[in-house]
């Protein structure tokens, strides 16, 4: 039989690494590395700062970025108990509606409004909720029509591979000017 002698020998490094495997230590260094160490900046809960050309802050102990539909987030996230009274707020077709129209509960909502109804003052209520609501119409017709007026034309490809152009904002001065004082006299009409 031929000697089965081991033929290599070990570097200083390869002995503490089998020291450290051994004694549990899996995870200690064996030797020191030399070069680029990035800085280590800690910060705390609510700290905004910027890296890499984003923004960043930390809510709950997480490390997030920042972004611009941060604010829609917070207009649309549902809470789970009603501000006002405290109360759970169940996730139902009503409490969501409520939420997004009056910021409360579906109970909160049915007690403010007895209360208006009882101090006399339901018909003005009511207006401003029918104003609200024609002139967040009133407001989407505006964007639609000036975005009819100032749009070019642009061509799209198809499914098939065809070129469309297609054209708008193809309106004469007076009409214009016609849908303009309409949108003005809308917004002045009060409901």
Known sequence: ?????????????DVQRMR?????????ATGV???YSKQQQDYQEGDVWEENGKQ???????KQTITKFDRLKQLVAFPLSCPHCNEPMKSTP??????????MCRDCVIE?????????????????????NKNA???????????????KAESYIT???DIETWSGGKVNEDEIKQVKEYIKKMRETEI
């Open 20 to 28: 450290n495997i051994i004694t549990g230590n899996a995870g200690s």
């Open 137 to 151: 119409d009133v407001n989407d017709f505006e964007s639609a029509f000036n975005e009819y007026i100032n749009t």
């Open 56 to 62: 960043w802050t930390i809510k709950n102990g997480i």
């Open 159 to 161: 499914e098939q591979g």
């Open 33 to 35: 590395q030399i070069g």
């Open 94 to 103: 009503v409490n969501k509606k409520m939420w997004v129209i009056h910021k």
């Open 1 to 13: 039989m031929s000697d089965t002698n081991l033929k290599k020998e070990f570097s200083k490094r």
């Open 112 to 132: 403010m409004e007895a209360k208006i109804r009882l101090e006399g003052k339901w018909g003005e209520y009511e207006k401003g909720i029918m104003n609200a």
